[in-house]
């Protein structure tokens, strides 16, 4: 059999598990070659604390590296520029990388574009990323020399909700056990049509536990809000609402990836890969997707656009289908399914010193089963899986 060259675009959640996947079916029959811009792997999650000094860098990144040595996998520090589909090209600045099957992981951008003032160097922060946590690290510690009021957005076309409820929840927590937080009125203002729809529609009684922790620390909230522009000490909303801010933090929209997009024909208007449900490509038989790199349509209409979160578990579940599904069509064994709305729905919600524990038998369609589970072991669960994700991945375990 041809020694098959599989190269994995990414080394992230999905990139990392292909890989590490891919590995553990074809062993060292076929190449796995992943390129990745960096060999550090952010755990983005723990970004929540880090603007409060609560992580240092260390604590939530990991080498590739070494992982992947042990297993035989090459890994390229590289900028992906272009995927040339045509003829199964990867390329780099002035080289290229064949491959005979390819996994597409570049993850999305932050969408800035989409509201003047926002973002790196403007007049809202982020925690996206870890060259934008920095910033939103150094703003918070300027602004809790003064104190004012405080805006938590997730702005139209967001999809990590989750994240922006968690910073919303930290910040106050910081404020309260500082005395601060009658200094401080804070105002969350989301896309969502209520809170705790989280992009899936809601699930078992959020919503009301979600409003009555709102009342009960007096936070007040904007729903179904879209963000116009941010000023220097303010937000103003597409329905003319100014909110005073004096520290701003916006979970924006996503595009995808920059590779990605300069590949016209690879991805759709938004830069997103449009899958089957096996992550393969429609038009690229060859070519699979996992991660925030698939397009995932949300089923349903709301007022504002919210976009389907792809968190760390789902993203994992597609990266290994991917991998399973490429050794399948190699050996020409049964392919695997996984519809996305189908994947369990696992997420904790962490408020500081508690939290809640969300359980859904499916992502976005008829569930079976949802529960809420909250309390202080919420916020330990979060902890928890934080150390385990951290020490088992740098092991190579996926
Ligand atoms: C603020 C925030 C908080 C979140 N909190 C949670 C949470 O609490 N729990 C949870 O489960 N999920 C959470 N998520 C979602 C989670 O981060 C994603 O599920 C996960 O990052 C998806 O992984 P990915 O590999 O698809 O994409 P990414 O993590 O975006 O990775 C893409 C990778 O590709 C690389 N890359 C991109 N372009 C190029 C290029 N041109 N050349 C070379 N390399 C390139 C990047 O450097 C990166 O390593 C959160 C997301 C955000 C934004």
């Known amino acids: 059999?041809?020694?098959?060259?599989?190269?994995?675009?990414?080394?992230?959640?999905?990139?990392?598990?292909?890989?590490?996947?891919?590995?553990?079916?074809?062993?060292?029959?076929?190449?796995?070659?992943?390129?990745?811009?960096?060999?550090?792997?952010?755990?983005?999650?723990?970004?929540?604390?880090?603007?409060?000094?609560?992580?240092?860098?260390?604590?939530?990144?990991?080498?590739?590296?070494?992982?992947?040595?042990?297993?035989?996998?090459?890994?390229?520090?590289?900028?992906?520029?272009?995927?040339?589909?045509?003829?199964?090209?990867?390329?780099?600045?002035?080289?290229?990388?064949?491959?005979?099957?390819?996994?597409?992981?570049?993850?999305?951008?932050?969408?800035?574009?989409?509201?003047?003032?926002s973002g790196p160097g403007k007049f809202s922060h982020c925690i996206c990323d870890l060259t934008c946590a920095r910033e939103a690290k150094k703003a918070w510690k300027e602004y809790m020399g003064h104190g004012g009021p405080i805006v938590v957005a997730a702005a139209q076309g967001s999809a990590y909700f989750g994240s922006a409820y968690e910073f919303l929840f930290n910040a106050y927590y910081q404020l309260s056990t500082a005395g601060l937080s009658s200094d401080a009125p804070i105002t969350f203002v989301t896309?969502?049509?209520?809170?705790?729809?989280?992009?899936?529609?809601?699930?078992?009684?959020?919503?009301?536990?979600?409003?009555?922790?709102?009342?009960?620390?007096?936070?007040?909230?904007?729903?179904?809000?879209?963000?116009?522009?941010?000023?220097?000490?303010?937000?103003?909303?597409?329905?003319?609402?100014?909110?005073?801010?004096?520290?701003?933090?916006?979970?924006?929209?996503?595009?995808?990836?920059?590779?990605?997009m300069n590949s016209a024909e690879l991805g759709n208007e938004t830069g997103f890969i449009e899958t089957n449900d096996e992550y393969r490509h429609h038009d690229f038989p060859e070519i699979y997707a996992a991660g925030l790199s698939v397009d995932v349509e949300q089923p349903e209409e709301t007022e504002v656009l919210c976009n389907v979160p792809r968190t760390s578990y789902p993203t994992e579940m597609m990266a290994k289908t991917a991998a399973w599904n490429i050794y399948a069509d190699i050996y020409g064994l049964e392919k695997k399914s996984l519809p996305f709305s189908d994947i369990n729905a696992y997420s904790v919600l962490d408020a500081a010193n508690e939290g809640m524990m969300i359980i859904g038998d499916h992502m976005l369609s008829t569930r079976g089963l949802e529960m809420i589970i909250p309390g202080p072991q919420a916020h330990w669960a979060k902890v928890a899986h934080e150390k385990y994700f951290m020490l088992s991945r740098s092991m190579g375990i996926v």
């Open 1 to 117: 059999m041809k020694r098959m060259n599989i190269v994995v675009a990414g080394n992230s959640f999905a990139g990392f598990t292909a890989a590490i996947e891919l590995k553990q079916l074809v062993g060292y029959d076929h190449e796995i070659i992943v390129i990745g811009r960096t060999p550090d792997f952010v755990f983005v999650p723990s970004l929540i604390w880090y603007p409060f000094g609560l992580r240092k860098e260390e604590d939530i990144m990991f080498d590739v590296r070494p992982p992947f040595y042990q297993r035989d996998i090459k890994f390229f520090e590289a900028e992906i520029v272009r995927f040339d589909p045509g003829n199964k090209q990867v390329w780099l600045h002035d080289e290229y990388l064949p491959y005979d099957y390819l996994v597409i992981a570049t993850g999305s951008n932050p969408d800035y574009e989409n509201i003047p003032g």
């Open 191 to 260: 896309s969502e049509p209520f809170l705790g729809h989280l992009g899936i529609g809601g699930i078992a009684n959020l919503r009301e536990m979600g409003e009555r922790l709102f009342k009960q620390y007096k936070i007040d909230w904007i729903t179904n809000a879209s963000i116009k522009e941010v000023l220097p000490a303010k937000v103003v909303l597409n329905d003319g609402t100014e909110l005073p801010s004096r520290y701003t933090l916006i979970i924006p929209g996503f595009c995808g990836s920059d590779a990605v």
